[in-house]
Structure formats: C-alpha cells, structure tokens
C-alpha cells in the first residue's frame, strides 16, 4: 500500500513537469518563430496551450508513460517517448488545422513542427535526466566495497557490455571491471560503459601479467570451444579463476546477466559455432499448435519442451511417468513462460489404450517422442523392459498418433542403433523401423532424428565422472581408446526442432555431431576443471571394454548416401527404408510375446535376424564392472 501510494506520487509530479513543459513548449515556437512579434500573438499561443494541455497529457497517459519507472529507462522506452510525443502533435495538428479552416484559431505552421521538436527534446529529457540522477545517486550512496574482485572480461560485444553494466549498476556483487580483451580491431582502445578494451584474445597471459586481475569472464555466448578452452588453460597456469556465460544454445529464450554467469564445464569446451535456425520453417509447424512431448520429464525431453516454448504454441503436453519428474518440468516452465498453456499428463507409453484416450483428448498435431531406456548396461540385464519401453512404447505412440491424426511425429534416435552390438541400440533401431514404415504406410510426416551422446543428460558419462572426482577417485573407463560423438543438450534440441520442421515423412536425419572425443581426454579435462591433474589427483582406471560395446560408433550403415539437406548441420540417409522387414508388425508382436514370457535368448536371437549387421545374441556377463 505504501508502495502503490509512492508509485502515484511520482506518477502525479511527472504530470505537473509534463504540463509545465508542455506550457514551456508552447512558449518557446512561438518566441523562436516570431521574435519580436511574440507578444502580438500570445492570445494564439494560450488557445494553442489549451489544446496542447487537453491532448498531450492524455496521449502520453495512454502510451503508458506514467506507468514507467525512468530511473531504468533505456532505448526502449526512448522509442515510446518518441512515438507518444509525435502521436499528440499530429492530434494538436489536425484540431488546429481544422480550426484554422473554419477561421477560429490562425497558428503560423512552421509553430507546429517547433513544438514538436521542443516536446520531444523537453519530455525525453527530463525523463532521462531522472536516470541519471538515479545512477549518479546509486553510485554516490553505493560506494565499491573494499574486497570487490577486478574482473577482466573476454568479449566487448553485447553480452560483455551488459554484464560489465550490471556490475557498475550493482556494488553488492562485488565484482569491479578493469578491462576487455576482444578481437574486433575496430574496438581496440575504445572505452565501453568507460571501460576500456585493452587487447585481443591473445594478449590473455600478458594482460593477467601486467593487470592485478582476480577474475576472468568469459561474456561471449558464441564462443566456441577452442577458445573457452584457450581462456581455461591460460588462467588456469597463472592461477587465476574463471567463469563464463553459457552457450548461445543455453540462453535461447533466456536473458544475459550476471546472474548467469558459472563455472566453466565440459560443455564449453566442446562448445561448436553456432548455426542459424530457419525461423519461419520452425515456427510454421510450433507456433499456435498443439504439441506433445513424451518422456517430458527427462534431460533431452525437459529441453524440447523449454525450446518448443519459445515458438508461442497454443498448448505444451507433458507426458512422463515419473511424477517427480513432470512436476519439476512444470514448475520451471510456468516460472520461465507463465502465459503458455500447459498439461501435464503422467503416462506410461507402454499403456497404450491410455495413450489413445490421451491423444483424441488433446488432439495434439505435433508429436515429439524422448521416452525411452537409454542406459546400455542396465538393458544388457533388463532385455525384457527394453523391448516393452523403447519397441512397444514406440508402436503404441505411432499407433495413437495416428487414431488421433496427429500430423508430424519425431523419434529421437541414437547412433547406437546403427549396427547395433548392445540391446539398446537394437531396440531403438526396432523403433525406427516401426516409425518409418508408420510414415510410409499412412503418408504422415513421422521421422526419425538420430544423433550420439549429449552431455550432462542424467545417467550418462560426464555426471557419473564428476560423482567420482568428488569421491576423490577414481575414474574408471573401460577402454584408452573408447571414443563418442559428444553434443550438449540444447545444441542438438535445437537441430531437431529444425529437422522436424523439415520432415515430409520416412526421413532419417542426422545431426552434425563433429569429431568423435575420446572418453580418455573427456574425464582428464574434467579433473582439470576441477583444479585438479590427472594421474597425480585423480588416478584414471581402465576396466575393459564390455559386453556390447564398441570403441567408436557410426551414424549410417555404410552403403546408404548420406544427402546434404537446406541446413548444414543436418544430413538424411537415403533409402532407409529398404531395411525395413515386410513383416514388422509380426516381428514386433513376437518380440512383445517373448518379453512377455522373459524369453531372453530368443530375444536376442530374433534382433540378430531383423536388424542387419546387429550382433547382439551375446549372453551378457553377471557383473558390470562400471557403469560408463
């Protein structure tokens, strides 16, 4: 209450200063205009004021301009200033020439420009003179505290700017910016924010010898790996801590701040160049439709539903069957897009006449299926779950989707489904089958979009490394030559969003996923960036390669061409669909029998035989010797 009664105070002062100006405006066309014939044409200039009083305050009122907070203004509101102030001269304009026509008021013309002039330089000033009395007051009353940290910042673009903003605006942080590093020549000894740019990415090491420094950030969301990596390894010789804004991928839909700001992760270090989305392709097919994702719950399900999010569609489903899991996806999308019509729906996508009654309700037209079991070992010794998880949830969602015309589908694949020597990437090359004959038999648009390892997803590689580096060691991998396509998550939701935009029906889209990394030098950087070395800190232990893997994968079976589609961080391989067996349904029922009836070897046995080049029929061992 004490609150909303200040609000009104300081909305009623701007009020009188506007009529004053506005007076003062007025006045002021008319003196520059007439000189010395001022005085004969004051009684015009009083009937002018009148209409100036009667039209600007409440065109201004209407354009918002008493609802603002000024101490905050910025080019924003700058724009809203200018189209208020000219909105109401064109108004005081029109009444006057009409009045001019009709011989009641004579006003000289070149009067009305004038004061439109004055009103805009008079109103835009006097609003922006209240931010700098805010700031000027704000750094008078918020003196630097003394332990404040010198921060040199990596980037003079946009990012770095309104990081370096922040600080200045916030003491309380504690963080003082001394300087920039940036590559744009055209910066180089120029002042941002009165900041000064003191060097290039490569002047790093001498900047942090000749600068006291006790932080770097890292404020360039582009950025890729290679110099995230540089800026690490740097600081981390010269002792120096480092932080860093997230990707550009991490921060769609989201703000640039210091708030932002983390310690540096493996992500970055495989950080890639950023790519561009074709907008309009993507926002045809999301924005304003009925989506559902299933295993909404997950790391790659939670970050299609916070991209698709973005697209303004006219309703999100979330379906999962952890309750945990949807709730947490919940709270976070409500907090990030509070206007966004949202579902949750707890589900098993091996319950198929309830996903039929949830389809026709909702009617959703754009399908996005994650739900899936991914670990490898733990199908190894759960063949049964496997097949009723990724086989039958996979033709029960098809067989929904259909009843409900839903119009694209996407399957989210692996690369572990390509000569598949483990029960995951079997029953996941099962899926693709089930989803690309779907798409042949009923002309849908269903696709499949096959990519490697994400990073950081739960259960994968990077999370249980870290868990291990936190124990104090060791880290164990299987083999010194085990190589994975790695990606991050944002990164690859957002190459599917585009290939399911791009998909006619039987596609079968990869992602660009870049040079395969070794797990060796992906847990060594890990234990660096835990200001750590390897084999002194963190002993590094190899355990033996297991039972259905293999120390590299592949995205395509070698004989099909790979095309190149209107996106270059996305492939299709071309006749996909002759590997599909004409008698799939009885396959798939069969492998529903068996798991039904725990029937293991005939399982495997019957994978074998589908899937070309699949090597799975191995019994696997009673122990895992590690979880990677």
């Known amino acids: 209450m004490k609150m909303n009664s200040r609000f009104k105070f300081r909305s009623l002062y701007v009020i009188l200063v506007d009529i004053l100006l506005t007076v003062i405006a007025v006045l002021g066309a008319f003196a520059l205009r007439l000189d010395t014939l001022f005085r004969l044409y004051l009684p015009i200039a009083y009937w002018m004021i009148v209409i100036c009083l009667l039209v600007k305050p409440v065109t201004y009122f209407l354009f918002g301009l008493y609802r603002r907070l000024w101490a905050y203004a910025s080019m924003s509101e700058l724009k809203i200033i200018s189209l208020s102030v000219t909105v109401a001269s064109v108004v005081v304009t029109a009444i006057i020439l009409v009045l001019d026509v009709s011989n009641l008021l004579n006003v000289p013309r070149l009067i009305l420009p004038i004061d439109w002039l004055l ?78 740019v003191v060097g290039e990415l490569a002047d790093l090491a001498r900047t942090l010898n ?14 890729s790996g290679k110099v995230v990596r540089n800026v690490a390894d740097i600081c981390r010789l010269k002792g120096v801590p480092f932080r860093t804004m997230p990707g550009l991928y991490e921060l769609i839909g989201g703000k640039v701040s210091v708030n932002r700001l983390r310690e540096v992760d493996i992500t970055d270090l495989l950080r890639r160049e950023p790519t561009q989305i074709q907008n309009e392709l993507i926002g045809a097919v999301l ?10 719950g997950g790391s790659i399900g939670l970050e299609v539903c916070r991209q698709i999010a973005r697209w303004g569609p006219q309703m999100l489903i979330l379906l999962g069957h952890g309750e945990n899991s949807i709730f ?23 319950d198929l006449p309830r996903l039929e009654s949830i389809l026709k309700s909702y009617r959703p037209q754009m399908v996005f299926h994650t739900a899936a079991h991914k670990h490898v070992p733990l199908m190894e010794t759960n063949v049964e779950d496997a097949i009723s998880n990724n086989v039958i949830g996979t033709r029960n969602i098809c067989q929904a989707a259909c009843v409900a015309d839903t119009e694209r589908l996407v399957l989210i694949s692996t690369d572990k489904a390509v000569r598949p020597a483990n029960v995951m990437g079997a029953t996941k090359r099962i899926a693709e089958m089930i989803v690309l004959e779907t798409a042949h038999r009923t002309g849908r648009a269903f696709s499949v979009v096959r990519f490697g390892n994400v990073l950081g997803s739960r259960g994968s590689v990077v999370p249980l490394f870290k868990r291990q580096i936190a124990h104090g060691g060791p880290i164990t991998i299987t083999h010194p030559d085990m190589k994975r396509y790695f990606m991050t998550i944002p990164e690859a939701v957002h190459l599917v969003l585009q290939a399911s935009a791009m998909g006619q029906g039987g596609e079968v889209f990869l992602l660009n996923m870049g040079q395969p990394v070794r797990i060796l030098d992906l847990a060594e950087d890990l234990i660096r960036l835990s200001g750590l070395e390897p084999g002194k800190d963190i002993e590094i232990v190899f355990t033996g390669v297991r039972q259905g893997e293999k120390l590299s994968e592949d995205l395509w079976e070698e004989g099909f061409e790979v095309l190149k589609t209107s996106h270059p961080d996305i492939f299709r391989v071309q006749a996909e669909e002759s590997n599909i067996p004409p008698d799939l349904s009885g396959i798939v029922e069969e492998l529903n029998h068996l798991s039904r009836q725990s029937e293991t070897s005939a399982i495997l046995s019957l994978l074998d035989e589908v899937i070309p080049d699949g090597s799975v029929r191995v019994i696997p061992p009673p122990e895992l010797n590690s979880l990677i």
């Not at 000749?210 to 950025?223: Q, T």
């Not at 947490?328 to 091996?350: G, Y």
Request: glycine share 8%.
């Open 328 to 350: 947490e996806a919940m709270l976070e999308l409500r907090e990030d897009f509070p206007s966004l019509p949202l579902q949750p729906v707890i589900s098993d996508v091996r």
């Open 119 to 196: 009103s805009l330089v008079l109103i835009g000033g006097f609003r922006f003179s209240l931010r700098l009395i805010a700031e000027a007051r704000n750094a008078s009353t918020k003196p630097l505290p003394g332990n404040a940290r010198r921060v040199l910042v990596i980037g003079a673009g946009s990012a770095g700017a309104l990081v370096v903003r922040e600080m200045q605006r916030n003491p309380q942080l504690g963080l003082h910016p001394v300087g920039y590093l940036d590559d744009d020549s055209a910066k180089q000894r120029h002042q941002i924010h009165g900041i000064p």
């Open 210 to 223: 000749r600068r006291r420094v006790d932080e770097v950030i890292i404020a360039i969301p582009s950025a």
């Open 287 to 296: 924005t304003g439709k009925r989506v559902l994702v299933t295993g909404a």
